[in-house]
C-alpha cells in the first residue's frame, strides 16, 4: 500500500492511520482529552493568570501516516507494515545508513540520555511549569532536547530562522542518488549527536535546499529515534490576527513576513500521551520582530509557559533581541537555560528563585568575550547541584552549567 503525502487532512489519511496501528486508537483519543485537560489546568492554575487563546493549539491534526514513514526511513528505522519505503530500505546504501546512525545513536542514548533524563526526574518532574507549554526560540531543530527535559508538556513552540521546510514525496526519494543524500542526512544531525546543539553555519549550508529546503525532516527524525510515532502533519502560518492556519507547502506570504511553519502531533511511545509540536520560521530580532504584529499576538497566547533557552550564540544578551528577552522575562512561569540565555542579571530580583547546577566558567572559543562575572561570583556564593551531563558550548571542554529561573510571583 503506497502512502501519497497529499492526504494529510482528509478521511482516507486517518483511516490508513487506523489500520497501520488500530489498537492504539482508543488509546489515542483518552490520551487527547486527557492532555487537553492537563493544559487547561496548568493554564489557569499558572501565577500568570488563565490563558484561553493557547487552548487553540490543542486542536486535532487529521492523523496521516505518512510523515512517519518519512521519518523512520531517514532515521535509519525499519519501516512499518505498509510504508512507501519498504523497497529502499533494502538498498545497501539504506543498510549501511541504518548502521552508522545506530552507531552514532547508541553513543549518545548511553552517555548522554540517561543522565539527562535522571537530570529531569530530579529537577523538573515535580516543577510546577513541568505540565506546561513549553517556548523554545532560537531553537533550530533541537526536538531531542526539549522533549527530553519536558516529556510531559502538552505543546512546545519551537522558533528559528530556518525555513520549515517540506516532506519529500516517494517519488523525490526515489530518484536522488540514495548513497549521498543518506550521507548528507547524516551529516544533518552529527552536531546535535557529538556536541549537544547544532551550528548555525552548518544549518545554513544545509537547511537551505543543499540537504533539505528546511528543519522539519530533521525535527521528525530526532522524534522518531528518541521515541515518538508520528501521528498528523501539517504546513501551517499565521493569519494576520496571528491565528495559526493552514497553508500550502510551497506557499508564499506577501512582504518579507512569513510565520510559515510546520505543526507535528506525536505519540510518546513510552507512555503513550500525546504531544504537539509547532515549528515557526521567525527573526527574532528587534527590528523585524516590532513590526511583526501577528507573531506577538501569537506569543501572548503563551503566557505562562515554561521557556528553555540553550546555546542561542548569545543573541538574547545583545540589545537588538530585547523584545525577545522581555517577552521571556515578563511572561514565562520559568526559564530553563544555559548561559547563552537570559543574563544573569536580569533574574536577581524578588520575582525569581534560582538553581544553578553544573559549574561555570568563562565561555568557550568566540564566545569568550560573553563572560558574566556576576554569574560566576553567584555560582561561588551558591551551593550549586551537580549537572551529570556535558551540554552547550565547549562541549567536552569545559564544563557545561543549567540555570533554573522560577517566577515567585
Known amino acids: 500500500m503506497t502512502i501519497s503525502p497529499n492526504r494529510i487532512g482528509n478521511q482516507t489519511g486517518i483511516l490508513e492511520f487506523l489500520l497501520f ?20 489546568c496548568s493554564c489557569a492554575s499558572t501565577t500568570r493568570g488563565e490563558n484561553h487563546g493557547s487552548n487553540r493549539l490543542l486542536e486535532p491534526v487529521a492523523h496521516d501516516r505518512y510523515a512517519d514513514d518519512v521519518a523512520r526511513f531517514l532515521a535509519g528505522l525499519p519501516a512499518r507494515t505498509g510504508s512507501p519505503f519498504v523497497d529502499l530500505q533494502e538498498e545497501t546504501a ?15 542514548e548511553d552517555e548522554r540520555l540517561p543522565a539527562m533524563r535522571a537530570f529531569q526526574q530530579a529537577e523538573l ?16 531543530p533541537d526536538a531531542l532536547t526539549v522533549t527530553v527535559f519536558f516529556p510531559h508538556s502538552p505543546v512546545y513552540v519551537m522558533v528559528g530562522l530556518e525555513p520549515a521546510g517540506t516532506l519529500p514525496t516517494p517519488r523525490e526519494l526515489e530518484r536522488k542518488k540514495l548513497e549521498g543524500y543518506l550521507a548528507a542526512t547524516r551529516a544533518t544531525l552529527a552536531s ?54 493552514e497553508r500550502a507547502p510551497g506557499y508564499h506570504a506577501p512582504g518579507i513576513i512569513g510565520n510559515k511553519g510546520v505543526e507535528i ?6 507512555d503513550q500521551s500525546v504531544h504537539k509540536l509547532f515549528y515557526f520560521s521567525v527573526n527574532l530580532s528587534d527590528t523585524r520582530l516590532q513590526g511583526n504584529h501577528p507573531f506577538l499576538t501569537f506569543l ?56 544553578l547546577y553544573g559549574q561555570y ?26 549537572l551529570p551531563f556535558q551540554i ?11 540555570l533554573l529561573a522560577t517566577r515567585v510571583n
Open 192 to 245: 546535535e549527536l557529538a556536541r549537544s546543539f547544532f551550528i548555525t553555519r552548518q544549518m545554513d549550508r544545509q537547511f537551505r535546499g543543499q540537504v533539505t529546503d528546511g528543519l522539519c525532516l530533521p525535527i521528525l527524525e530526532l522524534l522518531a529515534r528518541s521515541g515518538h510515532t508520528i501521528l498528523g502533519f501539517r504546513y501551517i502560518r499565521l493569519d494576520a490576527t496571528g491565528e495559526i492556519t
Open 21 to 40: 496501528d488500530r489498537p492504539r486508537l482508543c488509546i489515542i483519543s483518552l490520551c487527547l482529552c486527557a492532555v487537553a485537560l492537563t493544559f487547561s
Open 94 to 108: 539504506w543498510i549501511d545508513h541504518r548502521r552508522q546512525l545506530d552507531r552514532a545513536w547508541s553513543q549518545t
Open 392 to 402: 552547550g558550548y565547549g562541549f567536552k571542554r569545559i564544563p557545561s552549567n543549567l
Open 300 to 355: 501572548s497566547t503563551l503566557q505562562g509557559s515554561a521557556t528553555f533557552l540553550k546555546a542561542t550564540s548569545y543573541m538574547i544578551h545583545r540589545q537588538e533581541f530585547s523584545i525577545i528577552r522581555e517577552h521571556v522575562l515578563n511572561e514565562s512561569a520559568a526559564v530553563l537555560q544555559d548561559d547563552s540565555g537570559v543574563p544573569y542579571h536580569f533574574y536577581v530580583s524578588a520575582a525569581w528563585r534560582v538553581q
Open 361 to 386: 566558567v568563562r565561555p568557550y572559543g568566540s564566545f569568550r568575550w560573553q563572560s558574566q562575572p556576576d554569574l560566576s561570583n553567584a555560582y561561588l556564593k551558591q551551593e550549586p547541584k551537580p
Open 265 to 270: 502531533e506525536f505519540l510518546s511511545d513510552a
Open 125 to 140: 518532574s515535580s516543577h510546577p511549569a513541568a505540565l506546561s507549554p513549553v517556548f523554545y526560540p532560537f531553537s533550530g
